[in-house]
């Protein structure tokens, strides 16, 4: 009489579930994706004048960054009310509640030739720090 394999069928399970756990991973990235791409074309929309990035770092970050902005010349205050604006838009794609940290950075960005500078003239959060 055979005995029913459970090592084979272990080793079957292992693959199947980690395929399992990897297709639930990449729902939740390509659903953070096509949010940060909304939130960058509404961002884009509110700001026309903007050359603007959305970075999100470890699922617990998101910056946004107006590059060589003439804003960044602006007022702590006007920058503020801008990081304060730039935030409610977030919340429509990203809660604030799902993020450890939000901000708005203003960046110098610079070619010379082969060589690239970039300075990061200031930051403002983008939400009350809780």
């Not at 069928?9 to 990235?29: N, Q, Y």
């Not at 909304?38 to 026309?48: G, I, K, M, N, V």
């Not at 050359?51 to 470890?58: F, H, L």
């Not at 990203?94 to 003239?121: I, M, R």
């Amino acid at each position: 009489m055979k005995s029913f394999p459970f090592k084979s069928l272990f080793l079957l399970s292992v693959p199947f579930i980690a395929l399992l756990t990897l297709s639930s991973c990449i729902d939740g990235f390509i659903g953070d994706v096509q949010s940060m791409n909304s939130l960058h074309d509404s961002l884009q929309l509110a700001f026309p004048e903007e050359k603007i990035g959305v970075k999100i770092s470890n699922g617990t970050h998101i910056r946004v960054s107006f590059t060589n902005s003439e804003r960044s010349e602006s007022s702590k205050s006007d920058k503020d009310q801008t990081a304060i604006r730039v935030g409610e838009i977030t919340q429509h794609f990203f809660p604030s509640d799902k993020w450890k940290e939000g901000q708005l950075t203003f960046v110098t960005d610079k070619n010379y030739g082969v060589v690239q500078y970039t300075e990061e003239k200031s930051v403002h959060p983008l939400w009350p720090v809780r």
